[in-house]
């Protein structure tokens, strides 16, 4: 029988809303399926047919140790998505390789730690005069955690803010404020194997009082993604699969497009190591994903 781990973490499982239709797919399909916490030492990872990355959201908080937890796991079972996939996906710096592949993003500059910010600000300032509202954020991070908003006048605040962050290690994204969000949202796509699945509309987090919205299922709603928003969207998995000389399409993904001011969709993040899903908002799509990661043991014990 297959044994299937799929992971997350103690403080976050009782928000992971994929979770339970996850289960329920394993259990119709015979699968022996148990949820464990990435940072237990007494799961015997080998003992299962693969282990699936799905919610240790705390892992930001310990990157080093998860990326060592990820090539330790890798080297004894088959893990999904691979170490390569959780390192370079989990750092926003991933937006300039695509852009790079010529993937539309929300234009960005990115700052390195050791970098004088003044000068990254003053110029990004000129380069977008129409932008009333600016960004910052880290580039890695989740839940909008260092992520704020500022006014044009602000610039001391947000140098301030980008002190802070490279203060800790972090490189650094400035991007102008897409007002789209405010009345037309993200729109979030999940894919599988480079298919598209479902997508949602999220809406806006950053506030323009500085406060920052919590992600919770109430700001989600259902939204089928345009044909636009699909392509744009798949154009950024094909060009990771890419970068990271992956044989395979990537097994799950998702992906956050936000529309320019001629409606055109461009990524603001893209989610490919422990992404939500939103697996309740299509009833086939748990289903869909353990499909995938049964195509992927076949294809392991085969390598083996
Ligand atoms: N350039 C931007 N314009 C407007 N809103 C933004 C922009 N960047 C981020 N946001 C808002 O902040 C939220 C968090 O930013 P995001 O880049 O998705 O980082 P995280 O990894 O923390 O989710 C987004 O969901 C969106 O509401
Ligand atoms: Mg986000």
């Given at each position: 029988m297959i044994k299937l781990a799929l992971v997350t973490d103690k403080p976050n499982l009782h928000i992971d809303y994929d979770m339970p239709p996850l289960l329920e797919a394993c259990k119709q399909l015979s699968i022996n399926a148990d949820v464990c916490f990435w940072d237990d030492p007494s799961v015997d990872w080998a003992a299962y047919t693969a282990v699936l990355i799905r919610s240790p959201w705390d892992?930001?908080?310990?990157?080093a140790e998860f990326f060592a937890w990820c090539d330790k796991v890798h080297a004894l079972t088959c893990l999904l998505n691979v170490p390569s996939v959780a390192r370079w996906g989990l750092n926003k710096l991933y937006l300039k390789d695509i852009a790079a592949r010529g993937v539309p993003?929300?234009?960005?500059?990115?700052?390195?730690?050791?970098?004088?910010?003044?000068?990254?600000l003053a110029d990004f300032l000129d380069a977008n005069t129409d932008s009333h509202e600016f960004v910052v954020k880290p580039t890695i991070g989740s839940y909008s955690r260092g992520v704020k908003r500022?006014?044009?006048?602000?610039?001391?605040?947000a140098l301030a803010h980008i002190r802070a962050l490279q203060k800790r290690g972090s490189h650094v994204i400035i991007q102008p404020y897409i007002t789209t969000i405010d009345t037309y949202g993200e729109t979030d796509l999940t894919f599988f194997d480079n298919t598209f699945s479902h997508s949602i509309r999220k809406g806006a987090m950053l506030m323009a009082d500085g406060t920052v919205n919590v992600p919770t299922p109430e700001f989600r709603q259902p939204r089928e993604a345009d044909a636009e928003e699909q392509a744009v969207a798949l154009s950024a998995l094909v060009a990771s699969a890419e970068v990271l000389g992956l044989e395979l399409p990537l097994l799950y993904g998702r992906v956050d497009v936000i529309r320019d001011y001629d409606g055109r969709p461009m990524?603001?993040?893209m989610?490919?190591?422990?992404?939500?899903?939103?697996?309740p908002f299509r009833a086939d799509s748990a289903m869909n994903l353990i499909k995938g990661v049964l195509k992927r043991i076949d294809r392991h014990l085969v390598d083996l």
């Open positions: 892992c930001i908080e310990n990157l993003i929300i234009p960005s500059v990115f700052l390195a730690p050791d970098d004088a910010p003044e000068g990254y500022f006014v044009r006048g602000g610039s001391q605040a990524i603001m993040e989610e490919i190591c422990e992404p939500s899903l939103n697996l």
